[in-house]
T-cell receptor
Framework: AQSVTQLDSQVPVFEEAPVELRCNYSSSVSVYLFWYVQYPNQGLQLLLKYLSGSTLVKGINGFEAEFNKSQTSFHLRKPSVHISDTAEYFCAVSDQGDYKLSFGAGTTVTVRA | DARVTQTPRHKVTEMGQEVTMRCQPILGHNTVFWYRQTMMQGLELLAYFRNRAPLDDSGMPKDRFSAEMPDATLATLKIQPSEPRDSAVYFC?????????????FGDGTRLSIL
């Protein structure tokens, strides 16, 4: 099973500033990669996914992520955050051919005015 | 938008009581997952089903937890007897395995408190 490390548990950021959330996974075998967002008292919503192809993936709400196979990383970025981006963000990985996801511990992003 | 529906959204009960959580997956999805979320352990996979058959329940305490899919529109997770350490948010997710590894879609969860 994959191991997923989200390097920051809490990220405070000012509105309109950029943010980067870091994610590393354990295995160099072929993987699918996902970022999910969880707003308070809600389930997880998919932000973006990497299955194959271009290593730069664009998702909803202005987020993007870059897959780096040599670094086994999949960092999430947004150039300018809004108050509404305050949420918890989860990185998830599955081996290709296996539908099970391994989740990181989550990163709480707090956006302040 | 199609959604995964979980009921109840909140449940408070006393230790020793039976708890049943229900999930209606998105119509047409062939795979259903049960997750548990706690502050200490994060998101843990408890069990998952494909085409209603259990594929993996290794994450589930077998002595008190059981998961079933009586039909394609209903998945259940039962705890009997419940214990305070079972307090958590339980999420159901559904997906369509076999189609470019489509992402899992999550319900809003059942927040369970065992007193």
């Amino acid at each position: 099973a994959q191991s997923v490390t989200q390097l920051d548990s809490q990220v405070p950021v000012f509105e309109e500033a950029p943010v980067e959330l870091r994610c590393n996974y354990s295995s160099s075998v072929s993987v699918y990669l996902f970022w999910y967002v969880q707003y308070p008292n809600q389930g997880l919503q998919l932000l973006l996914k990497y299955l194959s192809g271009s290593t730069l993936v664009k998702g909803i709400n202005g987020f993007e992520a870059e897959f780096n196979k040599s670094q086994t990383s999949f960092h999430l970025r947004k150039p300018s955050v809004h108050i509404s981006d305050t949420a918890e963000y989860f990185c998830a990985v599955s081996d290709q051919g296996d539908y099970k996801l391994s989740f990181g511990a989550g990163t709480t992003v707090t956006v302040r005015a | 938008d199609a959604r995964v529906t979980q009921t109840p959204r909140h449940k408070v009960t006393e230790m020793g009581q039976e708890v049943t959580m229900r999930c209606q997956p998105i119509l047409g999805h062939n795979t259903v997952f049960w997750y548990r979320q706690t502050m200490m352990q994060g998101l843990e996979l408890l069990a998952y089903f494909r085409n209603r058959a259990p594929l993996d329940d290794s994450g589930m305490p077998k002595d008190r937890f059981s998961a079933e899919m009586p039909d394609a529109t209903l998945a259940t997770l039962k705890i009997q007897p419940s214990e305070p350490r079972d307090s958590a948010v339980y999420f159901c997710a559904s997906g369509l395995h076999g189609y470019s590894n489509q992402p899992q879609h999550f319900g809003d969860g059942t927040r369970l408190s065992i007193l």
